[in-house]
């Protein structure tokens, strides 16, 4: 099993070929639970005010790149605003 590390690279390097488990995985990692998890979406709470959630879709088993990208950017966001890296 990948670690977040691992899974991280793999996220930059190829955001169109990340497994959603894999994401999910990262997404607990740095969010918490997903405060919603039914069905083919996760939503995960940011601790930013504004549009403070991050979405992402099980798509047969894959990730779509677009959410991939937007877990990174919240990701950097996160670290940035908050002077801490889980990795």
């Not at 997404?27 to 083919?40: I, K």
């Not at 798509?59 to 996160?78: N, T």
Request: charged share 25%.
């Amino acid at each position: 099993m990948p670690s977040v590390t691992d899974i991280l690279q793999s996220m930059h390097n190829s955001p169109a070929n990340v497994r959603f488990a894999d994401l999910c995985k990262v997404c607990d990692h740095y969010f918490g639970p997903a405060r919603q998890a039914h069905g083919s979406h996760r939503v995960y709470k940011t601790p930013w005010i504004g549009d403070p959630r991050v979405n992402i879709q099980n798509v047969a088993g894959s990730s779509k790149a677009y959410q991939v990208k937007q877990v990174l950017k919240a990701i950097e966001r996160m670290e940035i605003e908050h002077g801490t890296e889980k990795r």
